[in-house]
């Protein structure tokens, strides 16, 4: 068997790997002409991190992310509602990783070229179109200018190309683009000294206006890290056309985020001189995809954000391609004929990720901070006399159900 797989992002590349595995053959095409470890910060919960443990990539990961070891939701105005251990704190057998998205990336494709061969991944195709039979699948494919570049032969083709996936628009070409819900968010990354253990994640403020805060690498000198931070605000509705077209390297304007600044009252870090310290920084309408009625046509199907696009809320984005990832290459080598494996797979991921999406809409975990903004807006004294503390770990208990499934398993 071969699989042709359409993108050499964090799902392209992790299920190159899982293929590799499981004995089957495998190539990835591109459309960039290069692969640059773009991006800012992601998280790898312990559902997402052990998939990628049991391939090896442990330690590299150790090299390039911070073992994240706590979370703390809050107020906006700083009160912590709640803490929450996290990876091997939490009693997983594998770390979290708060990683800068690039450097992710350059983990898992340096593991590709190794295991797979110089040769696995071409950059500057991009995809063009396909035809398929009962014999395989010829997937067409054009150079930067257009220019053809011929058909290659496989049995599987899967599309892991991303929110404005080519693959996907193949089978679903009226579907228009990628849905706003008035969320502005602001992203940067830039050496700072560490607060509080150095290895800790906040989130302050709910779904109208929240900042994370988070470390990911080393710094460039021993007295810092790496920190990431976002601002989200809402500057529209649900459904509106964003102020422009979605691009993660489009530079953010600091005059247009520095009014939502002092919003936020976080005890354990100066926010506008951070802001003001990192050199550049990136604006990103929050978006997602419709859940589709099936992403696998005949020897056909899709992964990751190009199946199952999400608001970036949860920690789920990359976490659920990294899934995605392992079922398809359990299926794939299962023994079963390609259409009946596709099939199966996405039996067992679309309904998981349906979900996943559908409660994103809604607020994901932090929905305990908009529950208690809602009820203090203007911030608190004393958790207890706002809300009871066992409901707001239901409202995390249930989405982490949700979203980590049997994968969660604790020691």
Known sequence: MKVLIAGAG???????????????????????TEIRELGVGINCLPHAVGPLARLGLLERLDEVAIRTEELFYCHRLG?????????????FDVPQFSVHRGRLQGVLLRAVRERLGP???????RFVGFDQDDRGV??????????????????????????????????????GPPRWNGVMMWRGATDWPPFLTGRSMIIAGGTAAKLVLYPIGRGSSPDTV?????????????GDAPPRREDWSRPGDPAELAPHLGRFAVPH?????????????????MVDRDPLPRWSHGRVT??????????????????QAVLDAVSLARHLSSGADPEAALAAY?????????????????????????????????????????????????IVRSYTAVSTGAQAARR
Do not use: K
């Open 138 to 175: 010829r997937v067409r494919f054009a150079g930067p200018s257009g220019e053809p570049l011929g058909e290659r032969e496989g049995d599987v083709l899967l599309g892991a190309d991303g929110i404005h996936s080519a693959v996907r628009a193949t089978f679903y070409p009226d579907e």
């Open 10 to 32: 964090i799902g392209g590349l992790t299920t190159a790997l899982f293929l590799h595995d499981a004995g089957i053959e495998c190539e990835i095409f591109e459309r960039s």
């Open 346 to 394: 996405e039996e067992e991921r679309l309904p998981a990720t349906r979900e996943i999406v559908l409660r994103n809409r809604v607020g994901g975990p932090e929905m305990v901070i908009d529950e208690v903004e809602r009820r203090a807006p203007d911030g608190f004294d004393r958790l207890d006399d706002v809300i009871d503390p066992a409901e707001l770990e239901e």
């Open 269 to 285: 870090i100066d926010l506008e001189g951070l802001v003001e310290a990192t050199p550049v920084f990136y604006e990103y309408p």
């Open 79 to 91: 009160q912590v509602i709640m803490r929450r251990p996290c990876g091997l704190a939490a009693g």
């Open 302 to 319: 899709l992964l990751g954000d190009a199946a199952h696009a999400m608001f970036p809320m949860g920690s789920n984005g990359a976490g």
């Open 119 to 125: 040769d696995a991944v071409h950059t500057g195709h």
């Open 226 to 238: 790496l920190t990431n931070w976002a601002v989200c605000i809402r500057t529209g509705e649900p």
